[in-house]
Nanobody, 118 residues
Framework: QVQLVESGGGLVQAGGSLRLSCAAS????????MAWYRQVLGKQRELVAA???????NYADPVKGRFTISRDNAKKTVYLQMNSLKPEDTAVYYC????????????WGQGTQVTVSS
């Protein structure tokens, strides 16, 4: 059974740092894009950062220069290093994986809460 297991969320003061991890378990091959999204209650889920299999990255404007996405293809794991955190970064963060095996697929993690206090 395929599963995305997230870790690393929590409570931090403004200006602090957190590192999120998301590991894909089970039979998941052909991963193309790994990404992090976030969602605030009552608002739409939004892309935070994405990274392709060859390492190309894309960031949402509000996090550019503060967040860094990386991945370990051998471990099927994606990371999000979050520095200089702001209260407006408070949200549930979701891991997302898109790939192609026998057919295309997309999976979501269960979400991890990040709370930044002022």
């Amino acid at each position: 059974q395929v599963q995305l297991v997230e870790s690393g969320g929590g409570l931090v003061q403004a200006g602090g740092s957190l590192r999120l991890s998301c590991a894909a378990s089970g039979s998941m091959s052909g991963i193309e894009v790994m990404a992090w999204y976030r969602q605030v209650l009552g608002k739409q889920r939004e892309l935070v950062a994405a990274i392709t299999r060859d390492g190309s990255t894309n960031y949402a404007d509000p996090v550019k220069g503060r967040f860094t996405i990386s991945r370990d293809n051998a471990k099927k794991t994606v990371y999000l290093q979050m520095n200089s955190l702001k209260p407006e970064d408070t949200a549930v963060y979701y891991c997302n994986v898109v790939g192609i095996s026998v057919q295309g697929y997309e999976y979501w993690g269960q979400g991890t809460q990040v709370t930044v206090s002022s």
